[in-house]
């Protein structure tokens, strides 16, 4: 009804328009402003329509016309009469016309003007929020226009990027920024700008690494998968001076990447064979270092390197979440080339994988392709090989094979024949089994090869025990002495032990289920950051495990404690035993207790004897500490065993014990086989902990390294080490697990939660595992920024740890941060071989510190650099000094540094003329041999 009478009105008004002769009503007068309003409002509307009526009136009856009579009509009565019939309070008013229409539109304009009245309040806010709509309508307006602009910017950057014409991408990343500032749209905006350029990079890198596979296959003339590593470095090296000035600005100089973290480990453990046991802290050796003329300083160098930068990261999400929905083939161009095997470094061969990395190297990501291609033909027409190489490359594959396979063949023979997972095995009836081999021919044989063993394995020897690696060892040298081929004799050495053994299907299976639960206690200090709790937490639950499934549901209790020296109490004892992990109901009684020799216990006559201790029945034997001095004597009983805890070389460093106090059943003792598999956990625990050990040790070596690159290089923006951990399901191979973060002002931050990065999830980080998979450096550029990855190798020679450096938008280091970088991954990858031949059972660490830890790591860094110093300084001659003596005013610096070398070694010329005057120095300077000889063999030591 009322939409029916609105619409009847705009009919009227479009078919009679106001009369707007009413506005003369309409002033700015503020004094007649009430009076105009009244009448407008009360009088005129009524009055008007009266004086219109009488006008007509006086029209139709001729009342003005002068020649007629006179009439009754009185136009006031008329007019009182209407007035009184159409009174406003009464009276229903007819339809307006024109002219009282545009009078009532005056009349509220009008009103509006008059102050503190509901009109004029009504018209104020109809005016402001008719503003504020139009301000609205053009923020709304201002919005759209700039969405509008945001998408075809957008657009028009993933163009660039993908083929994708449908336009679904920039919706889906305009989606996440559109209600960003303008200011971060830009920055956003300026980030994909170099996103698609490195897209670009990749792609055209991706082209690359296929025609450098193509490359390797056509140089592998005898298809063995190997190349020749020197020989490729010279063709790179001639390639590179043959080049014009503007394209070796591009190259990475190969005579520099062939250096660069390829550190050889063999190297290092031969010249540490120089190196003395010490247990002092070194010192800086700056000025020394200083003191050498630059010709006899060790020529280091470094490639530049770039890596993504994980800036935005939702966005980074977002739009390899859009590369993976819209754009598949990308991902799938992306892994193909991709090896998803580990290879071992090797100075002599190169692989598929390493093969294309260090090409990738050399050319960067800023060559042209036609230079590419040229490089391609000049290596494919240049490499040759002749048939003795690859008879020698055939053999070394067909040897790595067989090899690998023999390993494969034994350790499943020593499996078999630990039945109870003890983790070794008797010599004594290993020896008997093998003297009947040929009816007892190879008797004089086998005692060579046990003379021979016993010289490389005397620990071993000593206690009579075969570890898996030993074992395998003394088969070898076994098969050598006997007449034949090794090959064949160990074939049947194997077949023939096989055979010595019968194991029933429960005996294998209950074999395979130990053998399960003590993999966990590995995989545990594998996976833990350098961490003993989960290993701790492994071990208990591996015994508690194997007491429910094969120990008759004993319930058992469990701890660990360690060796340490004793400095609380040494009139007590040299070393005592501090109890450093338990199970959780003896946490309260057992935990952090300490036991020294005088006390109760047998648990430092295991430690003495090297062997395990079984108490059948502690309430008998009258010399068990009880920790928990609660419990009634009435309950003190069970069964004890305490075995001791031994490193590779059969060293005792702790005990694990075990009882059954809290067990109430009659059948407590533990049998021959429950024994075995105990001494099994108490090996895998030592390796497990002296994994973990040597993991610390390597974070505290590299605190120590980072201490002294970054006064340096003051050109790194950050380094991040991580550590590679082994893959928690089938789907993912490995993991990094990021350690520790340096920002550009030496701030360290060690995370001790897990940060792990997946392959699958974090494809900007792609090049960390193309590091890990080469075990090479690795160079790439995204986002502007530049890394240098460069491998930490252990004793195989596989990368187990990375430092990621990232130089920022430096696209190359100076000459000397590239020697000091150099320097110090050099000096860090010895360590590294250092600290991890010392849980190694064959190898032995050339240089021992005696109970080893996180501190004596970082000295180890130290001392190498000291090594490094004296192996300089041995290469130094009289002429040397020529041109330091011919000075007679030298630069301060050079005077500084004579200072210094002289005041290592006398002190006491602080501040005398000796030292002070020019003269006098060089007159100390004559005995340059001396000081030479001092340097050589200075040892710097400091006090705990």
Same mark, same amino acid.
């Given at each position: ?37 009244? !009448? ?12 219109? /009526? ?30 009184? @019939? ?14 009282? @229409? ?15 009245? *509901? ?8 005016? &402001? ?18 969405? &509008? ?9 993933? /163009? ?126 700056? !000025? ?27 966005? @980074? ?84 094979? !067989? ?122 200090? &594998? ?14 639950? *591996? ?5 429910? *499934? ?203 939660? *897990? ?114 110093? @004296? ?74």
């Amino acid at each position: 009804m009322i939409q029916a009478q609105k619409a009847e009105e705009e009919k009227v008004k479009k078919r009679e328009p106001c009369d707007w002769l009413c506005k003369e009503w309409f002033s700015d007068e503020k004094e007649s402003l009430d009076t105009r309003t009244y !009448l407008l409002d009360k009088l005129l509307p009524t009055l008007i329509p009266g004086v219109e /009526k009488l006008l007509m009136q006086v029209e139709r009856k001729n009342v003005l016309v002068p020649d007629k009579e006179p009439t009754k009509f009185d136009p006031i009565t008329f007019l009182g009469e209407y007035l009184m @019939r159409h009174n406003p309070q009464y009276d229903i008013s007819t339809k307006p016309g024109p002219y009282l @229409r545009g009078m009532k539109m005056v009349t509220e304009e009008l009103k509006t003007e008059m102050a503190d009245t *509901a009109p004029e309040r009504l018209a104020r806010m109809k005016a &402001e929020a008719k503003t504020k709509r139009k301000e609205r309508e053009q923020v709304e307006n201002m919005k759209s226009e700039q969405k &509008e602009m945001r998408k075809e910017a957008l657009a028009i950057q993933f /163009k660039e990027w993908t083929v994708d014409i449908s336009g679904r991408i920039p919706v889906y990343v305009h989606s996440y920024t559109e209600n960003f500032s303008s200011d971060m749209f830009q920055e956003i905006l300026k980030h994909l700008r170099q996103c698609a350029l490195d897209f670009q990079k990749a792609i055209r890198c991706d082209m690359w690494r296929q025609m450098f596979t193509d490359l390797f296959l056509d140089c592998d003339y005898g298809k063995v998968g190997l190349l020749d590593r020197q020989k490729i470095l010279a063709l790179l090296e001639e390639f590179y001076d043959r080049s014009p000035m503007s394209a070796k600005r591009r190259f990475c100089n190969p005579r520099q990447c062939k250096y660069m973290g390829c550190s050889n480990c063999r190297e290092h453990i031969k010249k540490s064979k120089q190196i003395k046991a010490f247990s002092q802290h070194g010192i800086s050796l700056c !000025l020394a270092i200083l003191l050498l003329p630059r010709k006899h300083r060790i020529q280091d160098c470094h490639c530049h390197m770039a890596g993504f930068r994980a800036a935005f990261g939702f966005l @980074r999400h977002t739009v390899l979440s859009a590369f993976q929905t819209y754009v598949p083939s990308w991902q799938t161009f992306r892994t193909s080339c991709t090896s998803r095997v580990r290879s071992a470094f090797d100075e002599h061969c190169l692989n598929l994988p390493q093969f294309v990395q260090l090409l990738e190297t050399f050319v960067g990501q800023d060559i042209p392709l036609p230079t590419v291609k040229s490089l391609i033909e000049f290596i494919k027409e240049e490499y040759k090989q002749t048939e003795e190489s690859k008879i020698e490359q055939l053999e070394k594959v067909r040897r790595t094979s !067989l090899l690998a396979h023999r390993k494969l063949l034994l350790e499943a023979l020593f499996e078999k024949w630990d039945k109870n997972a003890s983790g070794f095995l008797d010599l004594k009836e290993v020896d008997a089994v093998l003297s009947t081999f040929k009816e007892g021919m190879e008797k004089e044989a086998l005692r060579k090869a046990k003379s021979h063993f016993s010289s490389r394995y005397p620990q071993s020897s000593r206690v009579e025990k075969l570890s898996p690696e030993a074992f395998q060892t003394f088969l070898e040298l076994v098969a050598s002495e006997f007449t034949g081929n090794e090959d064949e004799v160990i074939a049947n050495i194997v077949e023939f032990l096989t055979m010595s053994v019968e194991r029933s299907w429960m005996e294998c299976l209950q074999s395979l289920t130990r053998r399960k639960w003590l993999h966990n206690i590995q995989q545990a200090a &594998e996976t833990s950051g350098a961490s003993m709790e989960p290993v701790y937490k492994a071990v208990f639950k *591996a015994l508690s495990q194997d007491a429910e *499934a094969h120990g008759d549901n004993k319930k058992i209790s469990a701890y660990i404690a360690l060796l340490e020296e004793n400095q609380l109490s040494p009139e007590r004892g040299q070393i005592l035993l501090h109890y450093v992990a338990c199970t959780t109901d003896d946490a309260p009684y057992v935990l952090n207790q300490i036991l020294y020799k005088d006390m109760k216990g047998v648990s430092f006559a295991a430690v003495e004897e090297g062997k395990p201790i079984h108490v059948p029945r502690v309430q008998l034997h009258g010399n068990i500490h009880f920790w928990n001095y609660d419990r009634p004597a009435e309950e003190r009983r069970g069964s004890l065993l305490v075995l001791p805890l031994q490193d590779a070389h059969w060293n005792v460093f702790g005990i694990l014990g075990i009882d059954t106090l809290r067990d109430q059943s009659e059948k407590t003792i533990f049998l021959t086989h429950e024994i075995s598999f105990c001494q099994g956990v108490s090996l895998a625990f030592s390796k497990a902990y002296h994994h973990v050990c040597a993991l610390e040790n390597v974070l505290q070596m590299t605190l120590t390294a980072l201490d002294w690159l970054y006064p340096r290089v003051s050109s790194i923006h950050a380094v991040t080490t991580y550590l590679v951990e082994p893959g928690k399901d089938q789907t993912c191979d490995y993991a990094l697990r990021k350690m520790i973060t340096t920002d550009k002002t030496g701030q360290k931050e060690i995370h001790t939660s *897990a940060v792990l990065f997946l392959r699958k999830e974090n494809l900007l980080r792609d090049y960390l595992f193309k590091c890990i998979d080469t075990s090479e450096v690795v160079c790439t550029s995204v986002c502007g920024e530049y890394h240098i990855a460069v491998p930490l190798r252990d004793l195989s020679r596989q990368a187990f740890a990375l430092f990621d450096i990232s130089i920022g938008h430096h696209q190359k280091l100076s000459p000397h941060e590239y020697k000091d970088l150099q320097k110090m991954l050099k000096m860090a990858q010895a360590a590294c071989c250092e600290i991890l031949k010392i849980p190694s059972e064959e190898t032995k660490p050339t240089y021992v510190l005696e109970h080893m830890n996180s501190r004596h790591a970082g000295i180890l860094f130290h001392r190498f650099m000291l090594q490094d110093l @004296r192996e300089c300084v041995q290469k130094l001659s009289a002429e040397s000094f020529a041109e330091i003596k011919g000075y007679e005013e030298p630069p301060a610096l050079i005077h500084n540094i004579v200072k210094a070398v002289l005041l290592l070694f006398n002190p006491n010329w602080k501040g005398s003329e000796k030292i002070e005057s020019w003269s006098q120095c060089i007159l100390v300077s004559l005995f340059f041999f001396s000081v030479t000889t001092k340097i050589q063999w200075y040892l710097p030591r400091v006090n705990w």
